[in-house]
């Protein structure tokens, strides 16, 4: 089990341009979660996956932003002409989840997203 | 629509001393509960779940928390703090809709500071 990873871990970019983040779940896990952080928040759900289906996108900040997965393994985020607002730690998680039942998500490093 | 709140931003507590980190939650169903914690660079880990049964659950590094229904409250506690607890502790609510369980819902996070 080596945990959720996350690439890059830092990101700064100019106001306008496009970003891809992505996300590596823990292997057996089927479930995948992206969130947003800013500075002295929770964390915020932004969308998830259950294997390549994606359940739920009306948490989504806005149209800029979307998600994939399309093979129910690894997971992108991307923003498009990205705002200083999108400034903020994202966050990905992974769970197992079976027949309604609810396990524990397990959180990755985060990828840092600074726009000048 | 579901929310967590975390009343105390900042508590210290000294050394050795007891910590008690609130949480109360508002959600119409049974919810399932959850305690992390972030350290300064580190991802999010997980102290501690309610799902069921017994209200007073156990987690990682010497926590508990104790899950009240009548106070919609999932209190954190840990009898004697070491300098090495300092860090943000976020307490969190899953939600469900149609497909199952969904994102977490996060508090705003309690900044725990220990004092020698």
């Known amino acids: 089990d080596t945990g959720v990873s996350q690439d890059p871990r830092h990101k700064i970019t100019k106001r306008g341009q496009n970003v891809t983040f992505r996300c590596d779940p823990i292997s057996e896990h089927n479930r995948l979660y992206w969130y947003r952080q800013t500075l002295g928040q929770g964390p915020e759900f932004l969308t998830y996956f259950q294997n390549e289906a994606q359940l739920e996108k009306s948490r989504l900040l806005s149209d800029r932003f979307s998600a994939e997965r399309p093979k129910g393994s690894f997971s992108t985020l991307e923003i498009q002409r990205t705002e200083q607002g999108d400034s903020a730690m994202y966050l990905c998680?992974?769970?197992?989840?079976?027949?309604?039942?609810?396990?524990?998500?397990?959180f990755g490093p985060g990828t840092r997203l600074t726009v000048t | 629509a579901q929310s967590v709140t975390q009343p105390d931003i900042h508590i210290t507590v000294s050394e050795g001393a007891s910590l008690e980190l609130r949480c109360n939650y508002s959600y119409g169903a049974t919810p399932y509960l959850f305690w992390y914690v972030q350290s300064p660079g580190q991802g999010l880990q997980l102290l501690l779940k309610y799902f069921s049964g017994d209200t007073l659950v156990q987690g990682i590094k010497g926590f508990e928390a104790e899950f009240k229904r009548s106070q919609s409250s999932f209190n954190l506690r840990k009898p004697s703090v070491h300098w090495s607890d300092a860090a943000e502790y976020f307490c969190a609510v899953e939600t469900y809709s149609g497909g199952g369980a969904d994102g977490l819902t996060f508090g705003k996070g309690t900044h725990l500071i220990i004092q020698p």
């Open positions: 998680a992974s769970s197992a989840m079976t027949s309604g039942t609810s396990y524990e998500q397990y």
